[in-house]
């Protein structure tokens, strides 16, 4: 399982970056497999709903086993499909980029991440560089090692 100071750098490089780039405030969840919650953060100014947002993405991605950018994808290509695994969910699932599966360096699950805050594309974008700031892999390195994973629907 990802441990808290592993969890805690990819939260502090993912806010690093979003100060860098000047984004709206950001709120990051990591959590184990089975969507247990190891660490929450949100920054001053951050809306409402943030952790509701951010759980969704990261437990879209535990439970379709890919990032919630390619869940956003099945939604849109299977309506009736995802409308049926969100009403299955309790609607826990949400279906927009920003979740991101969190892989060791063997490729084996260790958790999730969910960012929320800017557009689905940057809050995709953070996730990735957060998990590779904690020397932890995405699903496309753990793809480049020829580990089995979902990079596309």
Do not use: C, W
């Not at 860098?20 to 409402?48: H, I």
């Not at 993405?57 to 919630?68: F, T």
């Not at 290509?77 to 927009?96: H, V, Y």
């Amino acid at each position: 399982m990802i441990t808290l100071e592993q969890a805690e750098n990819i939260i502090n490089a993912i806010f690093k970056r979003g100060r860098e780039l000047n984004l709206r405030p950001l709120s990051v969840v990591v959590v184990e497999p089975g969507a247990k919650v190891k660490l929450f953060k949100k920054e001053d100014g951050s809306s409402e709903l943030r952790f509701e947002m951010a759980m969704g993405k990261a437990y879209a991605s535990l439970a379709m086993g890919r990032s919630s950018s390619l869940v956003r994808v099945r939604a849109e290509q299977r309506p009736m499909f995802m409308d049926f695994l969100m009403r299955a969910s309790d609607g826990q699932i949400f279906p927009e980029g920003g979740g991101m599966l969190i892989r060791g360096a063997d490729g084996a699950l260790m958790g999730a991440v969910g960012v929320t805050g800017d557009t689905q594309e940057m809050d995709e974008e953070l996730a990735a560089q957060g998990i590779r700031a904690a020397g932890l892999l995405t699903d496309d390195d753990a793809a480049a090692l020829g580990v089995e994973v979902r990079i596309e629907n």
